[in-house]
């Protein structure tokens, strides 16, 4: 049984051990997890910002292209505006809404010739705000198109009755994503702060556990200083541990116990050192 009860301690002992040697290494491979993490989730909440601002931007060309080309109709109509020049921001506004709204890349110019490539809309109110402005844009585009090639009077009057429904779509769908961007800003420093706590909350840990390390080794180094070394030949005590070559760093035991009388209990002190005096506890 004895054997038993002192294997398993030694067992135990091993174990504590183990993991105490392996605790720095699940201490950093859980910190380096938890910071691939946490970069992860503020990477994508600034692409997250950075789309939407982009989106801000197009959402504001798309209104001024929607102005422009019924401006370029009715130039149009008098024969004042080319038909290439309304076919271009047909194809840019065309493009530009699709992309923002499900994905895919933003003509930068007129020419067409640098895109912007966009994610899909992430907000589901801006994401259903965009959806019908473009249900609107496809019969507008439609007799704008009609208007081109025919000059006919119901695809005029379509465009000029429905402009200002379209831009007011457009204007309540930037500005749902302007508040879906103001949110993702406020969740962005939440979780940057948690990070910064979290960080300080570490910092704060270690320094404790340093601090603790540090009064543990203090106290340990106080009672191996209390260890007093003895000359192997003529037991004298050696009393300062920084001179040990000088006579007046070594004293006799007597001596040495007349100066700390708290070295060896009473009873000891009378019995092996009569001559010496005892000091009575001044609480009796």
């Known amino acids: 049984m004895n054997r038993y009860i002192i294997y398993m301690a030694d067992s135990n002992t091993k174990i504590r051990s183990k993991i105490s040697s392996i605790y720095p290494f699940l201490l950093y491979g859980f910190t380096g997890v938890i910071i691939v993490l946490y970069s992860m989730v503020i990477y994508t909440y600034v692409r997250m910002q950075i789309d939407d601002s982009v989106r801000i931007n197009y959402g504001g060309r798309l209104r001024m292209l929607t102005q422009k080309i019924t401006k370029d109709v009715i130039l149009y109509r008098y024969g004042v505006s080319p038909r290439a020049q309304i076919e271009d921001s047909i194809s840019v506004f065309n493009e530009s809404i699709h992309a923002i709204t499900h994905g895919g890349s933003v003509p930068l110019n007129a020419q067409r010739t640098e895109f912007k490539r966009m ?165 009796e």
């Open 119 to 283: 994610s899909p809309m992430d907000d589901p109110r801006s994401h259903e705000l965009l959806d019908r402005a473009i249900e609107e844009w496809d019969p507008f585009k439609y007799h704008v198109i009609q208007f081109l090639e025919r000059k006919d009077d119901a695809s005029y009057g379509y465009i000029i009755e429905h402009n200002e429904k379209l831009l007011d779509t457009i204007d309540r769908a930037v500005i749902a994503i302007q508040v879906h961007t103001n949110q993702d800003q406020r969740v962005l420093a939440i979780v940057i702060t948690a990070g910064i706590a979290a960080i300080f909350v570490m910092l704060l840990y270690n320094f404790l556990k340093q601090v603790r390390r540090y009064r543990i080794a203090s106290s340990r180094l106080a009672e191996i200083e209390l260890l007093l070394p003895i000359c192997a030949n003529c037991k004298k005590i050696r009393t300062n541990n920084e001179h040990p070559f000088d006579p007046r760093s070594w004293t006799t035991i007597e001596e040495y116990l007349i100066e700390n009388k708290d070295m060896i209990c009473p009873d000891c002190m009378t019995k092996l050192y009569p001559n010496l005096p005892v000091e009575k506890d001044k609480s």
